[in-house]
């Protein structure tokens, strides 16, 4: 009888031995194949933040791109013959760490992109490692469950006393916007116009150009949030069905608008109203009730965003649309004879197409769940509370700094400030100097009329010692 080959090979044509084949990351043997590969990757990402020495890599967009290249030149991206799992991990992972700009380091403070907690990115892992797919129930069986308990759990959280509340999970703010809009277009059958605050995410009227609908209009927001008295001016002058968005937490500012009185103003002319939460919304699941308190309202929307690789610590992507309803989910309704047949949704097997406007789909539910469960109310809390507080000690620091104006005290994470004695042109190159010289990573705003640097903290390990030498750090960067 003819040797049998040994697992994980495949005999080679016309040959007797066999040629060994890279191990998969599920199965039986899936974690004793992970394992030395992860610690080839931890040791190089340490390796490349220690490179790195700062927020992100100094030299700009030219001296990032040379590194880059030179890696992959030598010996190609796709070489004739391959450089083996360690050699590749390491180059590569060590490479992406050194060049990153690490939304864990203090100084690393431009944009809503959390630095992911540590128990989220290994559930993350682990989703990768089995891949499931959510678009049948037969590529994902627990992960379909899981993430359906998880958004009614959430959107039960989100909208108190609504016991057919449900949500759907999203690639972040933008894709969750774009899906409110559909389902409201489908709720009419005229054409909806859009409306919106000039304080709003740049996705939803760009959710009505890819939908076909009217232009979106924007209502001028000149204190940075919505005022219904222009709310209420606007839809006095248009027929027709109309889609209000809200903010819970805007981009430039992480300002709220007074949604009891926009959700008052929209039941006046029959207006549904979208909140835009994507931001701010975790905090209407906390357990501090002053939390909680700058989201009074925001059970009234008709749908809301939320996205938890903002203010929520998750690895991207980790969105949410939650709706008091889940049959106001129906239109997204989809059927495919290869993955929700009729009969097999009648036999009683799940049907996932209505859950996403995508066909293919990571669990990543799993993060949420995971970290939800790990920390529980009280931990979340805990979190939101330290990465409030931090924002409020900077603007602290700079209001009482001399040579520096703070716009004004922040609402969620985000503080608005400037040099004294700077123009915009000067600020704009001052935040251009601290990337390129790889100092600090800080974001830029307008509001009232001028230009601001703006600093999203999301960090809850950043300490009054961080924000000091932040503060300092500036200072030296501007008065020399």
């Not at 004739?80 to 100084?107: C, S």
């Not at 690393?108 to 499931?132: F, G, I, V």
């Not at 799940?350 to 990571?362: A, F, H, N, V």
């Not at 640097?453 to 030498?469: E, G, I, S, V």
Request: hydrophobic letters at 45%; charged letters at 15%.
């Amino acid at each position: 009888m003819p040797a049998q080959p040994a697992p994980g090979t495949d005999p080679a044509p016309g040959k007797g031995t066999g040629t060994a084949l890279p191990p998969l990351a599920g199965g039986a043997d899936g974690a004793t194949a992970l394992r030395p590969l992860l610690d080839t990757v931890l040791a190089a990402l340490q390796q490349g933040a220690a490179a790195r020495r700062g927020p992100l890599p100094s030299g700009g967009p030219e001296a990032v791109t040379a590194r880059v290249r030179a890696a992959l030149n030598d010996p190609g991206v796709l070489p004739e013959q391959g450089t083996g799992p360690t050699e590749a991990l390491t180059t590569l992972v060590r490479l992406l760490a050194e060049g990153a700009a690490d939304p864990a380091d203090p100084r690393c403070a431009a944009h809503l992109h959390t630095p992911p907690l540590a128990l989220a990115t290994a559930a993350d892992l682990a989703a990768s490692a089995l891949n499931p797919s959510l678009d049948s129930w037969d590529q994902a069986p627990a992960a379909s469950a899981l993430e359906a308990h998880l958004t009614r759990a959430l959107a039960a959280g989100l909208y108190p006393g609504r016991a057919g509340a449900d949500a759907v999970v999203t690639t972040g703010g933008t894709e969750s916007n774009q899906v409110a809009v559909l389902l409201a277009r489908e709720r009419h059958t005229r054409p909806v116009q859009v409306l919106h605050g000039a304080n709003a995410h740049h996705s939803i009227p760009r959710a009505a150009w890819l939908l076909g609908l009217p232009p979106a209009i924007a209502l001028p927001t000149p204190g940075g949030i919505l005022d219904p008295a222009a709310l209420d001016e606007a839809l006095s002058s248009l027929t027709g069905p109309v889609l209000v968005t809200a903010t819970a937490g805007t981009t430039d500012a992480g300002l709220i608008d007074p949604l009891p009185a926009l959700a008052d103003t929209c039941d006046r002319h029959h207006a549904d109203l979208h909140v835009d939460a994507a931001y701010g919304g975790l905090l209407a699941l906390s357990g501090n009730p002053r939390h909680r308190a700058l989201l009074t309202g925001l059970e009234r929307a008709r749908s809301l965003t939320l996205d938890l690789h903002k203010l929520g610590w998750q690895p991207v992507a980790a969105g949410l649309l939650a709706v008091p309803d889940a049959a106001l989910l129906t239109p997204l309704g989809h059927q495919a004879d290869y993955l929700n047949p009729a009969d097999d949704t009648e036999a009683g097997l799940p049907d996932l197409l209505g859950r996403s406007l995508r066909t293919t789909r990571r669990a990543d539910a799993l993060k949420i769940a995971a970290t939800f469960r790990a920390l529980g109310r009280d931990g979340l809390t805990q979190l939101l509370d330290r990465t409030l507080e931090a924002a409020h000690r900077l603007a602290t620091l700079l209001e009482a700094h001399p040579r520096f104006e703070l716009h004004a005290a922040p609402t969620l994470s985000t503080v608005l400030f400037r040099p004294t004695g700077t123009t915009d042109e000067d600020l704009a190159a001052l935040r251009r100097t601290l990337l390129h010289g790889g100092h600090a990573v800080l974001g830029r705003a307008t509001a009232a009329g001028r230009l601001w640097l703006k600093a999203t903290l999301l960090n809850p390990h950043t300490t009054q010692a961080d924000l000091h030498a932040l503060v300092t750090l500036l200072e030296g960067s501007t008065h020399r």
